[in-house]
């Protein structure tokens, strides 16, 4: 990891410790009340260049910063599961950070994960806390709950005799992003969309078969002010959130669903967003 991304970690964590210490009373009263429990389901529709006609409309949910540990109950990841299920995507995938805190919550938190099914499969990345609590268990909770991961690689997606590929790439922070290994094979006229952690990687990608990437890491910003919006990000305040066009591509950045350094979230609603693609 490059000494400027730790310092832009360091940076991101010291911020956010000292803007929670200013609204830890009446933020935490609002979120007991109900603001970090309060899923917002959303629908975004995406246009996907050269996405093939058996494609359209196919939907896609994703799941990503759960966090679970001191923050968020292991209850609460079965409500979060059962939510997703309920979906009934085409297909499911997970961009990382399952686990906070301690090691003790990784296994737990991906177990809760295996009744996840969907036509097209459900597949994953691991993110920086994924590492930070033990990766090898990460992975074999992951490999156990029956979600492979998309390391630097890809696999085909077919549905009605057409095909497009799914890629993932490692963690920004914490591991490597071999995206010609990820996209090797994948022929030049064909869709690509990639799973990516960290959404400044974004800003790194510049293969032109990648039509939309999936991240996450930004929480939304978590503690959101009025008027000032968040007060401290974990990446480029352009990958807050949502839909961004990039020089090369496109990116959907969703809020998540966990906490990390302060257990709650303020005008941020976590969020599970089902996907549609379209043909643009």
């Known amino acids: 990891m490059s000494s400027e991304r730790t310092e832009s970690r360091r940076q991101f964590l010291r ?4 803007a929670a210490a200013g609204v830890l009373v009446g933020g935490t009263a609002l979120d007991v009340a109900y603001e970090r429990g309060w899923i917002e389901v959303t629908h975004p529709r995406i246009a996907i260049p050269g996405l093939p ?5 196919l939907r896609l949910c994703q799941i990503t910063d759960v966090h679970h540990g001191p ?13 997703a299920a309920r979906q009934e995507p085409d297909l499911f995938v997970v961009t990382g950070d399952m686990s906070h805190r301690h090691e ?13 099914q969907a036509p097209l499969g459900t597949w994953c990345v691991m993110g920086n806390h994924d590492h930070w609590h033990g990766i090898e268990a990460s992975r074999r909770g992951a490999a156990e709950a029956g979600l492979p991961e998309l390391r630097n690689r890809r696999v085909p997606l077919e549905r009605g005799g057409a095909r497009i590929w799914l890629a993932g790439v490692g963690d920004l922070w914490e591991d490597e992003q071999d995206l010609e290994r990820a996209l090797h094979g994948v022929p030049e006229d064909e869709v ?6 960290n959404p400044d990687y974004a800003d790194e990608m510049d293969d032109p078969r990648v039509k939309l990437m999936l991240a996450g890491h930004s929480h939304g910003g978590q503690v959101s002010l009025p008027l000032l919006g968040p007060v401290a990000l974990p990446c480029r305040r352009k990958y807050t ?4 066009q990039t020089d090369v591509s496109q990116i959907y950045i969703s809020r998540g669903l966990g906490m990390a350094t302060v257990p709650f979230r303020l005008c941020c609603r976590p969020e599970l967003p089902v996907i549609e693609l379209t043909r643009a």
């Open 53 to 57: 006609e058996p494609f359209e409309g």
């Open 15 to 18: 911020r956010l410790g000292l």
């Open 71 to 83: 923050y968020l109950s292991l209850q609460r990841v079965t409500e979060i599961v059962r939510l």
């Open 241 to 244: 959130k949502g839909l961004v």
């Open 104 to 116: 003790r919550y990784v296994a737990p938190a991906w177990r809760e994960l295996k009744p996840l």
């Open 192 to 197: 690509a969309i990639l799973l990516t952690h």
